[in-house]
């Protein structure tokens, strides 16, 4: 089987000024795969500059979650998880163990109303 990482890989962020004004300027991005999924950040903000700069904050932010659980990304922490796991304790960052308790909470949660 191929690894993750050959099926979805990112593109380039560079974000695409739709429309400018004296009022302000709506912005989109192009669609990057993040995750193994289509992304895109659609915002008005007051110049084009101002929109540069939250579409790098925001893209950023994806960028660093994907970089924790991506299964998408060979060099991901799930990544690392997923390929020691069963040959003991793997030392994770404290991010994704709080997702990972509160993940178990609620398998626990749901599994208790399906019975």
């Known amino acids: 089987m191929a690894a993750a990482s050959q099926f979805a890989l990112p593109l380039p962020l560079s974000p695409v000024l739709t429309r400018a004004d004296s009022k ?16 895109e950040i659609r915002l008005w903000c007051r ?20 970089q924790v659980f991506s ?7 799930l990544a690392s998880v997923n390929r020691n796991a069963g040959s003991g304790p793997v030392q994770v960052s404290e991010e994704f163990f709080d997702l ?3 993940c178990s ?9 399906s019975t």
């Open 24 to 39: 302000g300027a709506w912005a989109c991005t192009p669609r990057p795969v993040c995750h193994g999924s289509v992304c």
């Open 47 to 66: 110049s084009a500059d101002e929109a540069h700069r939250a579409f790098a904050t925001g893209f950023a932010e994806i960028n660093r979650v994907e």
């Open 71 to 77: 299964a998408y990304r060979d060099d991901s922490e």
């Open 100 to 102: 990972t308790q509160i």
């Open 105 to 113: 909470s609620i398998l626990r949660q749901s599994a208790a109303l």
